[in-house]
Nanobody, 121 residues
Framework: VQLQASGGGLVQAGGSLRLSCVASGRTFSNYFMAWFRQAPGKEREFVAAVNWSGGSAYYADSVQGRFTISRITAKNVLYLLMNKLKPEDTAVYYC???????????????WGQGTLVTVSS
């Protein structure tokens, strides 16, 4: 099982990026999928999650209204569209898949390797 995240890079504050995560090795059709991030010197934190159908999404307060999570379940693909980026969004972003009791907790079974997002002021 592998989760491959991509799409990170350097962007100016106020700009946008779209992260992608491609899952392979099994079907994730009945799994939650999520994005977490970890800034230098800080703990990994929840960003957004989506249920198996894509019909329910969950966001951290810090990204609500700026980020949009989506998935194409049939293709095992997860996206995170990030708008109005701020310097404090700078972090390594990780995609995850699993069946946590709460989608906001890091209790996911599978994790990607991370993609770096740097937002300059």
């Amino acid at each position: 099982v592998q989760l491959q995240a991509s799409g990170g890079g350097l962007v100016q504050a106020g700009g946008s990026l779209r992260l992608s995560c491609v899952a392979s090795g099994r079907t994730f059709s009945n799994y939650f999928m999520a994005w977490f991030r970890q800034a230098p010197g800080k703990e990994r934190e929840f960003v957004a999650a989506v249920n198996w159908s894509g019909g329910s999404a969950y966001y951290a307060d810090s990204v609500q209204g700026r980020f949009t999570i989506s998935r194409i379940t049939a293709k095992n693909v997860l996206y995170l569209l990030m708008n109005k980026l701020k310097p404090e969004d700078t972090a390594v972003y990780y995609c995850a898949a699993g069946r946590p009791q709460s989608p906001r907790t890091p209790m996911y079974d599978y994790w990607g390797q991370g993609t770096l997002v740097t937002v300059s002021s």
